[in-house]
Structure formats: structure tokens, C-alpha cells
């Protein structure tokens, strides 16, 4: 099985930078990756790490390592839009299929 | 580009009563999967697609939930009968194959009565 923790919620400046933790334990890994989900919304996918290390795309930017089964997300200069549930998910793969494994989501208000 | 489309995106029916929930994933993508997220609780995998086969249908709750995707394009999950439990939003999601992330879509909220 699977179990992946973060935090429920974070409250950050505008401007300001934020680091979401994640922490999993699971079988099967093949990957980790982050979502930004609008209240009402779809899930849209943010950043992946397979391997261990730093991805970085504009604004935000994904850590993993796979020995402490530990990553993170972090907003550089935060906007208001910002403001969202931001969800680490485990991507197991299982015989013929593989299935993504969602934590519980941490609600991020952005403040001015 | 089209992105993933789920119809409906509400839907209100009495307990016993039958659902049937659509999704069209982006097209070109073989890859398309099943999740469900019921009241404050995490999102769950119910089942994953390749073309028109059942990769992995280990999420599925109970034999009231049927998914099909004939002829690998779109899919449907029927709920029949459906129970107070059932209740949540049902999300659909596509990759273009199962190393690429996967796109989800806006969901439908599903209520039973």
C-alpha cells in the first residue's frame, strides 16, 4: 500500500516564496508528481521527478528524493492566483497498469 | 487542443437509481483512468484504460461499477444501483502513454439522494 502525507494547510505573502512538503511510502514508485487544484476545478498537472534532484519550471520548482521518500514544491513569487490546493501524488505501477496515489492535498492562501 | 471533457458535469439521482458518467480524453492519448474523490477525502484511483483494455481495475469499489471503453476512444463508468456511498466527484484523466503525466478533467459531481 500507500501512504503520503503533507501538510493541510499554509499561508504565505504575496511575492514571498513556499515550500510544500511531501512525504510517501509505497511500493512500485515510478515517480512523483504535483497538481494545482482549483476549488471546482480539474487538477492540472505542475512538475514530475522520476529521479532524484531538482526540476524547475518558471515559478515553481520540484525536489525528490527517493532514499527519504521526501519531496517538495516550491512557489517562487507567489500571486494571489497562487491561492489553491496543491496535491503530491505517487505514481505506482502495477503489472500491466500504473495508478496515481493522492495525498490529501494542502490548501495554500496567498495573502497580501 | 482539446483537453479531457466530462459530461455531466452535475448530476442529482435517487438512491437505486442508474448513472452513467462520459469522458472524452485528449485525443491521441491511449492512456485514460478513472478516479473519484468523495467528501474529504483524497482522491482515489478506481481503474486505468490502454486502448479499449482494463489495465488495472483494482480501485473499483464493488460490482455496481461497470467502465467500458469500446473502440478506445471515449468511456463511460455506470453506476447501477447507486447507494448514498457513491456520492463525490468522479474525475477522468488521460496520458499519451503511462510514463507521461496525466491530464485531468474538471470532474462530475455526483449526488445521491
Known amino acids: 500500500g500507500q501512504n503520503i502525507d503533507q501538510p493541510t494547510e499554509m499561508t504565505a505573502t504575496e511575492g514571498a516564496i513556499v515550500q510544500i512538503n511531501c512525504t510517501y511510502q509505497?511500493?512500485?514508485?515510478?515517480?512523483l508528481f504535483w497538481y494545482q487544484q482549483h476549488a471546482g476545478e480539474a487538477p492540472t498537472f505542475l512538475s514530475y521527478?522520476?529521479?532524484?534532484g531538482l526540476e524547475e519550471k518558471g515559478r515553481f520548482s520540484s525536489f525528490l528524493s527517493r532514499s527519504k521518500g521526501y519531496s517538495y514544491l516550491l512557489l517562487k513569487e507567489l500571486q494571489m492566483k497562487d491561492s489553491a490546493s496543491y496535491l503530491c501524488?505517487?505514481?505506482?505501477?502495477?503489472?500491466?497498469?500504473?495508478?496515481?496515489?493522492f495525498g490529501t492535498g494542502t490548501q495554500l492562501k496567498v495573502e497580501l | 487542443e482539446a483537453g479531457v471533457t466530462q459530461f455531466p458535469s452535475h448530476s442529482v439521482i435517487e438512491k437505486g437509481q442508474t448513472v452513467t458518467l462520459r469522458c472524452d480524453p485528449i485525443s491521441g492519448h491511449d492512456n485514460l483512468y478513472w478516479y473519484r474523490r468523495v467528501m474529504g477525502k483524497e482522491i482515489k484511483f478506481l481503474l486505468h484504460?490502454?486502448?479499449?483494455?482494463?489495465?488495472?481495475e483494482s480501485g473499483m469499489p464493488n460490482n455496481r461499477f461497470l467502465a467500458e471503453r469500446t473502440g478506445g476512444t471515449y468511456s463511460t463508468l455506470k453506476v447501477q444501483p447507486a447507494e448514498l456511498e457513491d456520492s463525490g466527484v468522479y474525475f477522468c484523466?488521460?496520458?499519451?502513454?503511462?510514463?507521461?503525466?496525466?491530464?485531468f478533467g474538471d470532474g462530475t459531481r455526483l449526488s445521491i439522494l
Open positions: 484523466a488521460s496520458s499519451q502513454d503511462r510514463d507521461q503525466p496525466q491530464h
Open positions: 509505497t511500493s512500485g514508485f515510478n515517480g
Open positions: 521527478n522520476v529521479l532524484d
Open positions: 501524488a505517487v505514481r505506482e505501477v502495477t503489472g500491466g497498469g500504473n495508478k496515481l496515489t
Open positions: 484504460f490502454v486502448k479499449e483494455s482494463k489495465q488495472d
